[in-house]
């Protein structure tokens, strides 16, 4: 297989650089992202040199092929700094899970309750579960009224993403942050 036609063999993107550009025309954009123009592939050559800079192939799928005036080196690490940008806030939301049972304490449940306020305000979506033992599932609506106890301790902070759902011998429920007026 050749690498040079793979464009992610071991963790390296191949970029389409000077001469290799195929396109005629080019819409030319400088190293800050601003259009130079649209001129032809060997006057866009003539300028990334006479700045001492390559002619980096960015969109080939556009009318006409988008280019760019920069050093291949920056241009690499500019590409590297927004992938691992978007890998963070791709998992920048977690899901916290906070277990409660039916018959609790008041005190269990308020350090609880502070629990997944805490989650909401750092801006984790919140899953609430209880497990239902032995014969309390028979008293299903009093895990049915903790929920709500809690749904109403955070409503102004958070909205509710799954309403609570018996499953087998244990119901869930997921909170997730209120979106912020502003």
Known sequence: MNPRNNNNSFGKKYYTINERINAQNLRVLNEFGEMVGVMSRSEALTRAREVDKDLVL????????????????????????????????????DIKEVRFSPFMGEGDFESKTKKVRTFLEKGDKVRLSLQFKGREITKKEFGYEAFKRVFSATEDISTIEMQPKLMGKKLLAQLMPAKKKG
């Not at 927004?82 to 998992?91: I, W, Y």
């Open 58 to 93: 960015v969109n080939d799928q556009a009318t006409p092929a988008i280019a760019k005036i920069i050093d291949l080196a920056k241009f690499k690490y500019q590409e590297q700094q927004k992938a691992a940008k978007s890998r963070k806030s791709a998992k920048a939301q």
